[in-house]
């Protein structure tokens, strides 16, 4: 398959449309080490996970909930993943018409539980509280404890994956399942770039969209989310850029 066009290769209503972002990257010399921001992950792994279904709308569920072991390819392997607040469940069904829409990350049980035992013991409050003659906000507190993700890249080893698994019926009536994905090894981000995996993965994106928008490729008006605008131009730059895609059949 070419420059996929994957709302083609379905009937107009998917029964299930799931995003999934996941890395099993190894970081010497630590032992709990965030690739991305404590701020953002904190916001993300313990808010209420937001899930789209047509009959009832969006609703949220508990923090990690669903938990379910996904394949993810280019040898990653099983992981487990749980249901986490993202824009794409807030966006997908505004332009595709889909049965139900998640998002899952694969965070591991040594993860969530230390998420949970920072939200436990207050420790991801974000408002401030005075500790003797300071007033200081216990995620700060977090944050300053661990080490700047930034500055991982030369301590990690692995991959991160991020893609869209769809489920569905096919035009010819029988049932499918593809995973578009895209994966970025943290030695060729950082051979190439300079930047780890997770970091390098996020920021290409946004880059990417804004080159087609400048471009006049991508145009509109509002708020509009990538799901918005024909997906091949992109898929297409995020090759050029030498970090191709892949696309699987379940």
């Not at 379910?68 to 966006?91: A, W």
């Not at 019926?169 to 930047?195: C, F, I, P, Q, W």
């Not at 990538?226 to 379940?250: C, H, K, M, N």
């Amino acid at each position: 398959m070419g420059a996929v066009e994957l709302l083609q290769i379905f009937d107009q209503a998917f029964d299930v449309a799931t995003r999934r972002g996941v890395d099993d990257a190894r970081i010497d010399g630590y032992a709990f080490a965030p690739t991305f921001s404590i701020w953002t992950t904190i916001e993300e792994c313990l808010n209420p996970p937001i899930v789209w279904e047509r009959d009832r709308g969006w609703f949220t569920t508990e923090p990690f909930s669903e938990p379910e072991t996904f394949e993810f390819p280019d040898g990653i392997g099983p992981i487990e993943c749980v249901n986490v607040e993202h824009e794409e469940v807030l966006l997908m069904p505004r332009w595709i018409d889909a049965g139900r829409v998640t998002f899952k990350y694969g965070l591991g049980d040594e993860f969530i539980g230390v998420l949970k035992t920072l939200h436990l013991l207050g420790l991801d409050n974000k408002n401030r509280i005075k500790v003797r003659d300071l007033e200081v906000a216990p995620r700060d507190v977090v944050a300053a404890c661990l080490p700047n993700p930034a500055d991982l890249g030369h301590r990690m080893h692995g991959k991160t994956c991020a893609g869209t698994w769809v489920k569905g019926t096919g035009k010819d009536g029988l049932a499918r399942e593809v995973y578009l994905y895209h994966v970025v090894d943290n030695a060729d981000s950082m051979r190439d770039y300079g930047h780890q995996a997770v970091v390098w993965q996020t920021a290409i994106n946004p880059v990417i969209a804004l080159e087609l928008l400048a471009s006049g490729t991508w145009k509109g008006e509002g708020v509009l989310g990538p799901e918005a605008f024909d997906a091949v131009p992109f898929l297409d730059l995020l090759t050029a850029y030498g970090s191709p895609w892949g696309i699987r059949e379940q």
